[in-house]
Structure formats: C-alpha cells, structure tokens
Nanobody
Framework: QVQLVESGGGLVQAGGSLRLSCVAS????????MGWYRQAPGKQREMVAR????????YGGSVKGRFAISRENAKDMKIYLQMNSLKPEDTAVYYC????????????WGQGTQVTVSS
C-alpha cells in the first residue's frame, strides 16, 4: 500500500504562482507513475500532469506551458507541481495520485489540497 500526502495549496491572485508537493511512502514499485488530478465544484476530475519513473511527462491541455511536474526518487518519493500564470479557472482541489507502471490508472490517492485563484 502507498500513502500520499499533499501540501502547498492556498489562495493566490490571478497571474501568480504556487508549488504543490506530494510525498509517497510505502510499497512503491520501481516502475510507476505519479501525478496530479484536479476537481472543481460541479465538474469531473481531470488530469493535470503525470510523470513516470522514466521521467516521461504528460500534461492536460489547459495547463501546458504554465505548469511543470518534477520528481525526486529517494526513500520517500516526492513529486512537485510548479504552477505559474494561474487563472481563476485553475481553482480546484488538487489530488496527488500513484500507480504501478507507466500507463495504468492511479490506484492510490492523497486527500487533496485546495488551490484558489482570485481574479
């Protein structure tokens, strides 16, 4: 089992930046992917960014060029989401996820961190 803990959410003005962090612990597979999904009120959860253990990155269309995902591979694996040029429509709860392999669905999720962008 893998446990995930997110941090770094908050309130920011449009055009500002935030950096989210997620720490994964437990039985982490050597071949894995981690990433961020978000869910705004009344909307479906959408993929924001994913990164594999092979450093392959995938971004949702609405955040390309503004967000960047990175990772540290250590005893407790960490990923980061640098969010720049934030827009009010980026407001959502951001969830960190983990999955075995590079392309399978995430099987573990954090509790989420709120990001609010004011106009």
């Amino acid at each position: 089992q893998v446990q995930l803990v997110e941090s770094g959410g908050g309130l920011v003005q449009a055009g500002g930046s935030l950096r989210l962090s997620c720490v994964a612990s437990g039985r982490i597979s050597s071949s894995n992917s981690m990433g961020w999904y978000r869910q705004a009120p009344g909307k479906q959860r959408e993929m924001v960014a994913r990164i594999t253990s092979g450093e392959i990155r995938t971004y949702g269309g609405s955040v390309k060029g503004r967000f960047a995902i990175s990772r540290e591979n250590a005893k407790d694996m960490k990923i980061y989401l640098q969010m720049n040029s934030l827009k009010p429509e980026d407001t959502a709860v951001y969830y960190c996820g983990y999955g075995v392999g590079w392309y399978l669905d995430f099987t573990s999720w954090g509790q989420g961190t709120q990001v609010t962008v004011s106009s």
